[in-house]
């Protein structure tokens, strides 16, 4: 299975788009940075059509070291999420096509 990389989405911008290379690659840094930037301070970013990030924060617990046994406390932390659009999870698993078109 292949991997799409940013030099990957940056060749597609380039010969789809029609933008230079370096264009190109400025573009795809800025809406990733954009993003990033967006869900550092916690606030969602939705691709209508494909889904949505969003951070979540989680609390303290205990866990379970698995090779000892032992209990461990697992500290607060913000974990990204992401969740599809109906759409894509059709797209994903060749099903038709959600009735009521983009609802996320």
């Known amino acids: 299975m292949n991997t ?3 030099a990957h989405l940056a ?3 380039y010969t789809q788009v029609g933008l230079s290379r370096n264009e190109s690659a400025a573009l795809l840094e800025m809406v990733l940075a954009r993003m990033s930037a967006a869900l550092e301070s916690g606030t ?3 691709i209508s ?3 949505t990030f969003s951070v979540r924060d989680k ?3 205990i866990g379970r070291n698995p090779k000892t046994g032992q209990e ?3 500290l607060p932390r913000r ?3 992401f969740r599809p659009s109906q759409l894509l999870k059709a797209q ?3 099903m038709a096509l959600p009735v009521d078109g983009l609802d996320e």
């Open 44 to 46: 969602s970013v939705k």
């Open 59 to 61: 609390g303290q617990r």
């Open 79 to 81: 974990v990204l999420v």
């Open 92 to 94: 994903v698993n060749h």
């Open 11 to 13: 060749e597609t911008i």
């Open 4 to 6: 799409i990389t940013r």
């Open 72 to 74: 461990v406390p697992i």
């Open 49 to 51: 059509g494909f889904g």
